[in-house]
């Protein structure tokens, strides 16, 4: 039913679409923490930042990466001059394009989650002792579990339907850069309509999947708060 291509491209997709969503974690979770509660007069224009991906055409963001991972970009030329290679068409390119594009569908929900919580727990810990870090780890990471869990998730489902920024970034490449949205329009080219269907249709439904696993999730976790 699937060739070794797909398999090997599916592989290539699960690998982007798993060390993007932890990343994004790792990224997301101080980056939110501070738009929730810093008082910076530059709030406002990173917040903007984050969410420029939302509204950026995804070929505009993967021509700008392109250009500074490339062997003549400010990324790519200074690696270079270093002796390592350049950024573009690797795996490491497509996943440093991934982790920008996907940022704001981690960034926003984790950010949601600590102004729901406010501030009030934090200043509680801080006056029974607590470190600024026992207070992230411990106090903020905890009561946001439910914010977590919906950042993970969009920010990998949102990977698996990348095309554009990996298209631009890494080419091509099997078994280094070619996803399944790209094999998906590599058969539609080269007019095979079954296996368009076929792959069309798994990434259908793994994305439904996804998002009917967390509405579910989100369900359940707000019938427990509901007062008996």
Not at 18 to 25: F, G, I, P, R
Not at 54 to 62: A, E, N, Y
């Amino acid at each position: 039913m699937f060739s070794s291509g797909d398999l090997l491209a599916a592989w290539t997709t699960l690998q982007l679409c798993l060390a993007t969503s932890l990343l994004l974690l790792v990224i997301g979770l101080p980056l939110a923490w501070w738009l929730a509660f810093s008082q910076s007069r530059w709030t406002a224009f990173v917040e903007a930042l984050v969410a420029m991906p939302l509204v950026l055409p995804p070929t505009v963001m993967g021509f700008y990466l392109l250009v500074a991972l490339g062997p003549n970009g400010v990324i790519g030329g200074t690696l270079q001059r270093w002796e390592l290679p350049h950024l573009a068409f690797s795996f490491e390119g497509i996943l440093i394009g991934s982790v920008l594009f996907s940022l704001p569908f981690a960034v926003q929900p984790l950010q949601d989650g600590f102004k729901a919580i406010g501030r009030a727990p934090f200043d509680v810990a801080a006056s029974l002792g607590a470190s600024g870090s026992d207070r992230f780890f411990r106090v903020g990471i905890p009561l946001i579990r439910q914010n977590l869990f919906t950042a993970w998730v969009l920010s990998f489902a949102h990977t698996l339907g990348e095309f554009g920024v990996v298209l631009m970034i890494g080419g091509n490449l099997a078994g280094e850069t070619q996803v399944l949205s790209i094999v998906i329009y590599d058969a539609v080219e080269a007019m095979d309509y079954d296996r368009a269907y076929r792959l069309s249709l798994t990434l259908l439904l793994l994305s439904f999947a996804l998002m009917f696993a967390l509405a579910v999730w989100r369900r359940r976790k707000s019938a427990t708060l509901l007062p008996c």
